[in-house]
Every structure is written in structure tokens, then in C-alpha cells.
């Protein structure tokens, strides 16, 4: 009795009723594939017991390329992520490519798509708003390591730092300076969604639990800025136009940098203490000393590409490692001044 034949791309496409490049796109988990496509391709990828990925693979080999999104490359953290990724691939024949998202949600998910269209063997992803469901999806047929963000995955590895522990240090530090009036400056309320995993969600729950613990509940006060360092100048600029607190807790470096510039140009560079986090270079330089949270961006971004190596090499169980942060004391903050008495 002969064998039955395989089952091909061009059935799959026969039994759903749509072209080879539509049950291409699903294979591929590219972008802009609707729910209903999706559906029916998959429905008629089941019925006949058709392998996508083993056929892909057989097919294209390995390309030696890693890919790493990033939301935005202006941030100097990223570049200690870059350089760490570099590291672990010397005496590899792996080369990196960077697929950039300068902003968030659906460009995440495109430079993610770029990279895997690009058949590169492995992808790190950093942008904060891409679906666990979506990387699930997409780890089924590329290795996947989400850097950053806190989540349960199951087809792909985390690697993080520990935001708990960094903002728990964070504000210690700066209630061990005298301080109460402490603002939050962090990011939008979409990346800073309760029970998202992202890190400055976790940052901004950790802010709040500690000043409520702290008996400063009605001190409480968080400014919501951009991507980017001139937005959180311009958002600490209309803070201080409205308020001044005695220290601003900021969610990243680059951020920080901006409410740095905000307050020299308001005279009040030595009245206002600062915390940033990533401990970026710059950030240790005299003229800025910057206190700010180290979460060892290079090792981060080692620890990804090995991770990454480790899942081509066919590791299945997924692997979610953190880092332990430690604060960087510098000029940036101080004891709180005493105000004078009547």
C-alpha cells in the first residue's frame, strides 16, 4: 500500500479557499493577518495534518542572523544591550540586525514581523506593548526572548531585571534622605498597565505601594510623559510650573536627562533630587551624576543572545532570567532642605 503523499502548502491554501501567500502569511505570523484568515488557515493546517515549520526549516537552513527589536534607539540603555549581544556572539559566525520601533504598539509588531520575514534564526524583542499571545504565536517557529518585560511565557524565554527590588531601592533612598513630596515620572498608561509585566509598570506600582507604606499616600503624584528626553523636559517643566516636589522619581535615564535639563532651567538643579534607572554611561559623568538603578545592561543583552543560541540548539523549556539591580548613589540627590520655620 503506498504511503500517503504529505500534505503541501498549496492544499492548505485549496482547503481554506485562499491564496499560497495568505497561508505563507499565517506560517509566518506576519503582520495584518485577520482573526477570521488566521482561523481558517489554521483549521485547514490541522485537517491536514500539514508541517509548516518543519518544511520551512528544511527549506531555508540557517540564515546566521539574529535580529533585536528595540522601541526606541535613542536610549543609551539600549546600546549597553547591543554591545552585550555583540560580546556574546564574538567567535560565532552569527551576525546581529537591529529592526528599530520608535514608537509603541503596532510598530513593535512590525519591526518583530521585518526581522522573522528576514528568516533570521532567532529574535529578541524589547518593545513593552507586543502580545504575549502574538510571541507565543511567533516563538512557534523562530526562537524568541523577550528582554524587559515580566511575563509567564511558555514557547519563549524573559530576561529582566528586577524592577521590585529597583524601585524598592529607589525609594529608600530617597525616604533615608528626608523626602516625601516625591514625584513619579514615567511613561504612558498603556505601558504602565497594572498586571502587564512591563518594567515601568512594575516601577510605577512599587512608587506607589512604597509611598503608601510609607504614611505619604497624599504626596502621591505621577506625571505621564514620551518616549523621549525633550518630552520629559517639557513635561517637568509644566510640573514645576505647577508644583515643586522635593525629588522626582523617573522610570529610565533618558527620561531623567530630561527632567535634569527642565530643572536647570528653572535655577532649581540643587533644590530637587533626581533618580533615574539603567544606569547608563553617561550617566556617571561629573558634570550629570546621575543616582540612578544599575540593571547591568550588557549582561542582559549577553544573557538574551545565549538564550537565544541555546533555543536553536533545540532547548524547548522556556527560561526566565533576572537580574539583581544595584543603586548608584551620586550628586543628583540629596537630603531634603530644611524649610525655614515661621
Excluded at 48 to 70: H, N, W
Amino acid at each position: 500500500m503506498a504511503q500517503a503523499r504529505a500534505a503541501t502548502i498549496e492544499d492548505v491554501a485549496r482547503e481554506a479557499g485562499v491564496s499560497r501567500a495568505a497561508v505563507s502569511k499565517v506560517i509566518r505570523n506576519a503582520y495584518g493577518v485577520s482573526p477570521a484568515m488566521r482561523e481558517r488557515v489554521t483549521a485547514a493546517i490541522e485537517a491536514l495534518d500539514y508541517r509548516p515549520r518543519v518544511a520551512a526549516r528544511a527549506m531555508r537552513g540557517s540564515s546566521f542572523t539574529l535580529g533585536i527589536e528595540m522601541p526606541h534607539i535613542g536610549n543609551p540603555f539600549f546600546t549597553k544591550i547591543v554591545a552585550g549581544a555583540t560580546a556574546a556572539l564574538a567567535g560565532t559566525d552569527y551576525q546581529l540586525i537591529i529592526a528599530p520601533a520608535d514608537v509603541d504598539g503596532e510598530e513593535g509588531v512590525r519591526a518583530i514581523g521585518a526581522l522573522a520575514d528576514r528568516q533570521v534564526d532567532g529574535i529578541v524583542a524589547i518593545s513593552p506593548l507586543v502580545s504575549a499571545e502574538w510571541l507565543e504565536r511567533l516563538a512557534g517557529r523562530v526562537p524568541v526572548v523577550m528582554l524587559g518585560r515580566h511575563d509567564n511565557s511558555t514557547a519563549y524565554d524573559t530576561v529582566t531585571g528586577d524592577d521590585v527590588e529597583g524601585t524598592r531601592l529607589v525609594m529608600e533612598h530617597l525616604f533615608e534622605l528626608g523626602h516625601r513630596r516625591i514625584v513619579h515620572l514615567t511613561r504612558s498608561e498603556e505601558v504602565t498597565r497594572p498586571g502587564s509585566g512591563n518594567p515601568h509598570a512594575l516601577r510605577l506600582e512599587g512608587y506607589l505601594e512604597r509611598m503608601r507604606e510609607a504614611g505619604y499616600a497624599d504626596d502621591i503624584r505621577v506625571v505621564r510623559t514620551g518616549l523621549d528626553e525633550e518630552s520629559a523636559r517639557l513635561d517637568t517643566l509644566a510640573l514645576l510650573d505647577d508644583d515643586v516636589p522635593t525629588a522626582i522619581f523617573v522610570g529610565n535615564d533618558e527620561l531623567a536627562f530630561g527632567a535634569l535639563r527642565a530643572l536647570a532651567e528653572h535655577g532649581l538643579s540643587s533644590d530637587v533630587s533626581v533618580v533615574g534607572y539603567d544606569d547608563v554611561d553617561i550617566a556617571s559623568y561629573p558634570a550629570i551624576s546621575l543616582t540612578s538603578v544599575n540593571q547591568a545592561g550588557e549582561a542582559m543583552g549577553e544573557r538574551a543572545i545565549r538564550l537565544l543560541l541555546e533555543r536553536i540548539q533545540g532547548r524547548t523549556d522556556p527560561i526566565h532570567f533576572s537580574v539583581e539591580p544595584s543603586l548608584k548613589v551620586r550628586d543628583s540627590t540629596r537630603p531634603v532642605a530644611v524649610e525655614p520655620t515661621a
